[in-house]
């Protein structure tokens, strides 16, 4: 049991590597040239094999996001923001809870509710 907490403590001590997007694109670049294989390639830059190849496999389905990054980010719709969408979803209950209060309004006519009069 002591054992064990202290296999438990070491394995919780080590802390994530935090590896950059250059050394990323640079070890799938690396298992892209097909030079090395996928084991010699992580010993080198101290990585997981399976860790290259997803690293490579990313690399390989979304080039494309590579280029588009680079213009910056995209603008923002504020149309889209949830504050204003909100907003517009308390006004739009509030008429409706007007007209449904009001005398002569179309949602307190039977015709209007699909009900004979």
């Keep these: ?52 190849g997803l690293w490579k496999k990313e690399l390989q389905e979304q080039p494309a996001l590579l280029f588009d990054a680079r213009r910056g980010p995209r603008p923002v719709d504020q149309s889209a923001s949830p504050e204003r969408l909100y907003s517009g979803i308390g006004r739009l209950k509030m008429e409706l809870d007007w007209l449904k209060k009001s005398p002569g309004s179309v949602c307190r006519r039977p015709q209007a509710l699909g009900q004979p009069q």
């Design 1 to 52: 049991m002591v054992g064990c907490l202290k296999k438990e403590q070491a394995v919780s001590e080590k802390k994530r590597k935090i590896f950059s997007g250059r050394f990323k694109a640079g070890v799938a670049l690396e298992a892209l040239r097909g030079l090395k294989t996928v084991n010699e390639i992580a010993r080198e830059f101290g990585v997981h094999p399976t860790q290259v």
